[in-house]
Each structure stands twice: as C-alpha cells, then as structure tokens.
C-alpha cells in the first residue's frame, strides 16, 4: 500500500511549477509507483491562460475548486468549469484553459508521468525518454 499526504508532498520534488508561472501540479501517483495511471492535485492560477495539448497523452480533469473555461480549438467550444465538473481529454483535445478565479483540479493521466514533465512550446507533456 503507499499513503501520501497532500501537505507533505506539496513540501517536496513532487511539486512542480510551470516556468510561465501558470500553474503548479501535487504529483501524488506517479509513474514508478506502477499503478499505470498519475494523480496530480493542480492549482491554476487565477487570472491565466494556458495553451495544452496533450499528444502523448489522455486527461481527466475534476474540479474541486475555482470557476474557468476550456476552449477546445477544433471547434471553438467554450466549456464553462466550475465545482463538481469533469472535462475528459479523450481525443488528445487542443485547448485553452482559462482560470477566471483560482482553480484548484484533480487530474488523472494515462499513461503516467515521471513527475517533473512540464509544458512545451506545443503544450505538450513529452513521452519517457523524450
């Protein structure tokens, strides 16, 4: 069984920040725990705008916290996200997310992270070994 706390965890390597200052992820399952999935607790900070797109990768986004949008940009839909919703990436969807206030998610990625992955200039978390 593995037990981790959110407090003690957010004091350690597990906490990532982006370099644009957009966001910071909790890594709190991560790819060497062998579960074949990550969770990570992000926050996204009020006011920012991020472009994501996840080519490697699917996500599950809840939110816990905090009011925003996702515009996915096939499309130009503009998904409003609030308390006790759940965006699913299912299609590696390009998209916008929009934090109007601070927006606190519980993200799930398959297949898992490393645990220091952040954007590229593509928005785009790279493979192992990438």
């Known amino acids: ?4 706390t959110l407090q003690e965890a957010e004091k350690s390597e597990r906490r990532v920040v982006s370099p644009d200052g957009n966001w910071e992820s909790t890594r709190l399952l991560l790819k060497d725990d062998n579960m074949g999935f990550s969770f990570h607790i992000t926050t996204i900070y ?4 991020s472009h994501i797109w996840y080519q490697n990768h699917l996500e599950s986004v809840y939110c816990i916290s905090g009011e925003g949008e996702v515009e996915t940009l096939d499309d130009a839909e503009i998904h409003p996200i609030k308390p006790g919703s759940i965006y699913i990436l299912d299609k590696n ?3 916008l997310l929009r934090a109007h206030t601070e927006l606190k998610l519980a993200c799930v990625f398959n297949p898992a992270l490393n645990g220091k992955e952040v954007h590229d200039e593509n928005g785009v978390y790279p493979l192992e070994g990438d």
């Open 1 to 4: 069984m593995i037990l981790r």
């Open 46 to 49: 009020a006011g920012t705008e």
């Open 93 to 95: 969807d390009e998209h």
